[in-house]
């Protein structure tokens, strides 16, 4: 019965994320790893599952093992420059079989519907082709690159009727060119510019890691969110870092950071050897990998009617244990304006509210709850600075609360302990005794 109870409640819990997805457009680009380590058809259940739920996708592959396979099997040379493969004519043929031969093996992996299976009736429509427009990159550190070539142009005019026709669009990490010419590009460089010209509200990279992480005394930690700002300050760090990062982050990191600031609203980066992770990533609030946004995720803003639902889920359990006093709907709603709010990802994870005594210069601090997932973030200590700040600026010269059960919490943030005889002489009339609550005060 209790895996029963969970199970509904993990489903409840995703549909908000299923809500928002549906028919969005998500680029998901990976390397030819992914294809060659036998595991890719947990993956192809993966694509299928999102695009069932009217997730429109782009899928975007790599070949490079499968490139170096063929070349060395040959005993051909092989040669890069900043990490681009050096691409004569010959090496070209050897790409274009490779390319070709990962590119049907995913085309026959999204095709099959076996019954009893994940893939059971699934009749994925997969179209490739021509959408890309490429051009040599040239002459770098005194190399001709020749076939190696970066994206010019993204027909996303014919990717977006694909789409709009519920098809799944496959690309090759190959352009063309006005004269006819095929160039081979990075997985990168593609899967970046093709969800910048589609506005994609997701671009998603499958790397060798969990996702970017930071060396800290205690070892690697993983940073699950990032601005560009953040992203940018952090590359320029691993041009000086001792310890060189994973391979796959200088790789991806950069482009990423370019696809956010042409208009891709959130660029993920997660483990390709992780079953599952892409699901957990898209449809659990706290994801497993890392998302790069333009802007934080974080916002404090005043609550309006909007937010009293989000707002009564935070604190009917608080309420139910005693720690809070009952507010209704009704007094919420009358009172919403006392309200600020902490949003993360769209979600209210944080609440408070400050009642202003304009005659004795005090605020009362009050229903005060954080989101059980984020109570040992400083989400807490976050709000009330702000709402401190805020009484601040309004003249205001002391801050009070009354509390049952979280009293050594507020000495912490430098509350000290005063009895109900200091309150306001209006607030000192609605002090209930039966409650009993201690009252802390803190001069701002």
């Given at each position: 019965?209790?895996?029963?109870?969970?199970?509904?409640?993990?489903?409840?819990?995703?549909?908000?994320?299923i809500?928002?997805?549906?028919?969005?457009?998500?680029?998901?680009?990976?390397?030819?790893?992914?294809v060659?380590?036998?595991?890719?058809?947990?993956?192809?259940?993966?694509?299928?599952?999102?695009?069932?739920?009217?997730?429109r996708?782009?899928?975007?592959?790599?070949?490079?093992?499968?490139?170096?396979?063929?070349?060395?099997?040959?005993?051909?040379?092989?040669?890069?420059?900043?990490?681009?493969?050096?691409?004569?004519?010959?090496?070209l043929q050897?790409?274009?079989?490779?390319?070709g031969?990962?590119?049907?093996?995913?085309?026959?992996?999204?095709?099959?519907?076996l019954?009893?299976?994940?893939?059971?009736?699934?009749?994925?429509?997969?179209?490739?082709?021509?959408?890309?427009t490429?051009?040599?990159?040239?002459?770098?550190?005194?190399?001709?690159?020749?076939?190696?070539g970066?994206?010019?142009?993204?027909?996303?005019?014919?990717?977006?009727?694909?789409?709009?026709?519920g098809?799944?669009?496959?690309?090759?990490?190959?352009?063309?060119?006005?004269?006819?010419?095929?160039?081979?590009?990075?997985?990168?460089?593609?899967?970046?510019?093709?969800?910048?010209?589609?506005?994609?509200?997701?671009?998603?990279f499958?790397?060798d890691?969990?996702?970017?992480?930071?060396?800290?005394?205690?070892?690697?930690?993983?940073?699950?969110?990032?601005?560009?700002?953040?992203?940018?300050?952090?590359?320029?760090?691993?041009?000086?870092?001792a310890?060189?990062?994973?391979?796959?982050?200088?790789?991806?990191?950069?482009?990423?950071?370019?696809?956010?600031?042409?208009?891709?609203?959130?660029?993920?980066?997660?483990?390709?050897?992780?079953?599952?992770?892409?699901?957990?990533?898209?449809?659990?609030?706290?994801?497993?990998?890392?998302?790069?946004?333009?802007?934080?995720l974080?916002?404090?803003?005043?609550?309006?009617?909007?937010?009293?639902?989000?707002?009564?889920?935070l604190?009917?359990p608080?309420?139910?244990?005693?720690?809070?006093?009952?507010?209704?709907?009704?007094l919420?709603?009358?009172?919403?304006?006392?309200?600020?709010?902490?949003?993360?990802?769209?979600?209210?994870?944080?609440?408070?509210?400050?009642?202003?005594?304009?005659?004795?210069?005090?605020?009362?601090?009050?229903?005060?709850?954080?989101?059980?997932?984020?109570?040992?973030?400083?989400?807490g200590?976050?709000?009330?600075?702000?709402?401190?700040e805020?009484?601040?600026?309004?003249?205001y010269?002391?801050?009070?609360?009354?509390?049952?059960?979280?009293?050594h919490?507020?000495?912490?943030r430098?509350?000290?302990?005063?009895?109900?005889?200091?309150?306001p002489?209006?607030?000192?009339?609605?002090?209930?005794?039966?409650?009993?609550s201690?009252?802390?005060?803190?001069?701002?």
């Open positions: 019965m209790q895996s029963d109870i969970e199970f509904v409640t993990w489903f409840r819990s995703v549909t908000p994320h809500h928002t997805s549906r028919g969005k457009i998500f680029v998901i680009a990976f390397g030819g790893e992914v060659a380590n036998g595991k890719f058809i947990e993956l192809v259940q993966d694509f299928n599952l999102l695009a069932s739920l009217g997730i996708l782009v899928l975007v592959h790599g070949a490079r093992p499968q490139i170096e396979s063929r070349l060395q099997a040959d005993q051909q040379e092989i040669s890069y420059v900043q990490g681009m493969r050096v691409t004569d004519i010959t090496t050897y790409v274009k079989e490779a390319v031969k990962v590119r049907v093996e995913i085309e026959a992996l999204l095709s099959m519907g019954p009893n299976s994940p893939m059971a009736n699934a009749a994925i429509r997969v179209a490739s082709g021509n959408f890309v490429a051009r040599p990159i040239g002459v770098l550190e005194g190399v001709d690159l020749q076939y190696t970066e994206v010019r142009r993204i027909n996303a005019t014919a990717i977006l009727d694909q789409l709009k026709q098809v799944v669009v496959l690309l090759s990490p190959l352009g063309y060119s006005p004269t006819g010419e095929i160039f081979n590009l990075t997985v990168e460089n593609t899967a970046a510019e093709v969800a910048i010209a589609l506005r994609a509200d997701k671009l998603i499958l790397v890691t969990p996702g970017i992480q930071q060396q800290t005394e205690s070892g690697n930690t993983l940073l699950q969110e990032l601005t560009v700002r953040q992203g940018k300050a952090l590359l320029a760090a691993m041009d000086t870092a310890d060189q990062p994973n391979e796959d982050i200088r790789l991806y990191l950069p482009w990423a950071l370019h696809a956010c600031e042409q208009g891709v609203e959130r660029v993920h980066l997660i483990s390709r050897h992780a079953d599952g992770a892409l699901l957990l990533e898209l449809f659990t609030h706290g994801g497993v990998g890392s998302m790069i946004t333009r802007d934080p974080q916002i404090i803003r005043q609550a309006d009617i909007k937010d009293i639902g989000a707002i009564l889920q604190i009917e608080l309420e139910n244990t005693g720690i809070l006093v009952r507010r209704g709907r009704e919420l709603e009358m009172e919403i304006e006392r309200f600020t709010v902490i949003e993360h990802d769209n979600v209210i994870i944080a609440c408070a509210a400050l009642y202003p005594f304009p005659d004795d210069k005090a605020c009362e601090l009050a229903c005060v709850a954080v989101h059980p997932a984020y109570r040992k973030a400083g989400i200590r976050i709000l009330i600075d702000h709402l401190e805020q009484a601040r600026k309004q003249g010269r002391h801050i009070f609360v009354l509390t049952t059960r979280t009293a919490w507020f000495v912490e430098g509350f000290s302990e005063t009895t109900p005889d200091q309150l002489q209006s607030k000192q009339h609605l002090y209930n005794y039966q409650r009993r201690k009252v802390f005060v803190k001069s701002i």
